[in-house]
């Protein structure tokens, strides 16, 4: 039977620390429109040297709220070829890692939950289109 679960899928990320980005992980990050920063464990974070910048509550998917600590980190997305510093919450260990709103947005991409890609989208800033098609 095909898989019916369209709406969710991975795609490959690497995070590193914006002041030293030979500091990086690799992973396959959840594609998460329902979350608006992205989202990665802190023990993760802590270990390529990225330290919070401040403390934000956020609601969790379950409907609690927790204070969590936010940082910023050098996103790259290897099939868009763009590399884009983001808001980071730092998650709890062995949470998912999670590719939020706000990043996507960065990229000017959108899930296509059909093919399971990002696809370009235009961003109209004042009077001028711009492609998120990285050319």
């Known amino acids: ?4 679960k369209m709406g969710m899928f991975k795609v490959k990320t690497r995070v590193a620390n914006p002041s030293d980005p030979k500091r990086f992980f690799e992973e396959d990050f959840w ?9 990665v464990p802190e023990d993760r974070l802590k270990l390529i040297g990225i330290e919070p910048n401040l403390s934000r509550e956020v609601t969790l998917a ?19 070829k763009e590399a ?3 808001s980071v919450i730092f998650g709890p260990e062995n949470s998912l ?3 939020g709103a706000t990043t ?4 000017l991409v959108e899930p296509d939950p059909v093919s399971k890609k ?14 998120g ?3």
Request: hydrophobic share 35%.
């Open 1 to 4: 039977m095909k898989d019916r």
């Open 31 to 39: 594609v998460d429109t329902g979350s608006y920063h992205s989202f």
């Open 62 to 80: 379950d409907g609690r709220k927790e204070k969590r600590l936010e940082g910023e980190a050098l996103f790259t997305i290897p099939e868009l």
């Open 84 to 86: 884009h510093t983001c």
């Open 97 to 99: 890692c999670l590719l």
């Open 104 to 107: 996507l947005e960065n990229f």
């Open 118 to 131: 990002l696809k370009p989208v235009a961003a109209i800033i004042g009077s001028f289109i711009v492609s």
């Open 133 to 135: 098609t990285g050319e």
